[in-house]
T-cell receptor, first 112, second 113 residues
Framework: GDSVTQMEGPVTLSEEAFLTINCTYT??????LFWYVQYPGEGLQLLLK?????DKGSNKGFEATYRKETTSFHLEKGSVQVSDSAVYFC???????????FGRGTSLIVHP | DADVTQTPRNRITKTGKRIMLECSQT?????MYWYRQDPGLGLRLIYY???????NKGEISDGYSVSRQAQAKFSLSLESAIPNQTALYFC????????????FGSGTQLSVL
């Protein structure tokens, strides 16, 4: 079945550092890929998405590129802020039902 | 007002008690989902519903039941709560297409003592 593997956290960075959170997937067909973010005390919200190979999703300075050849969708940001501290979830949706499958989440802590 | 509202936000109960978590939405979406979040395990799907007459088990449905009372309402019940059901529970909705995102409620933190 479909699955998503994310790097384990927490990831701890200083403000303005470069961020990469790795995500790889296994799926039949051609899934859509998503990154969701969960700020403390809140539900998840969509950060960005990509629907086909080589698409780049971007939002709030975050980017991720759909790499079919490596089955990856790594999240990057050039300069993180304290306000980016949150848990990040990679997810995919494929097949006839399109029910999203989530990774385990990666906690990001950004220090001033 | 929030698009997806969960009640209660927090609940502490005892082993063996029956608990109902409620979810309502104003998005007009047909699809609704219940997930639980545990540290280190991410989100796991409990039940989902594609419309009022459609209910489906997710990967961890044992010990849970659901009711879709209307398009806008989807409740989750624990018939006899046990401590390993202590978790953060999320309701979500979506329009259903493959590219469509989920809209999440703020969650219910349930503790079973």
């Amino acid at each position: 079945g479909d699955s998503v593997t994310q790097m384990e956290g927490p990831v701890t960075l200083s403000e303005e550092a470069f961020l990469t959170i790795n995500c790889t997937y296994t799926a039949t067909g051609y899934p859509s890929l998503f990154w969701y973010v969960q700020y403390p005390g809140e539900g998840l919200q969509l950060l960005l998405k990509a629907t086909k190979a080589d698409d780049k999703g971007s939002n709030k300075g975050f980017e991720a590129t759909y790499r079919k050849e490596t089955t990856s969708f790594h999240l990057e940001k050039g300069s993180v802020q304290v306000s980016d501290s949150a848990v990040y979830f990679c997810a995919l949706a494929s097949g006839g039902s399109y029910i999203p499958t989530f990774g385990r989440g990666t906690s990001l802590i950004v220090h001033p | 007002d929030a698009d997806v509202t969960q009640t209660p936000r927090n609940r502490i109960t005892k082993t063996g008690k029956r608990i109902m978590l409620e979810c309502s939405q104003t998005k007009g979406h047909d699809r609704m989902y219940w997930y639980r979040q545990d540290p280190g395990l991410g989100l796991r799907l409990i039940y989902y519903s594609f419309d009022v007459k459609d209910i489906n088990k997710g990967e961890i449905s044992d010990g849970y039941s659901v009711s879709r009372q209307a398009q806008a309402k989807f409740s989750l019940s624990l018939e006899s709560a046990i401590p390993n059901q202590t978790a953060l529970y999320f309701c979500a909705t979506s329009a259903g297409a493959v590219n469509e995102k989920l809209f999440f409620g703020s969650g219910t933190q349930l503790s079973v003592l």
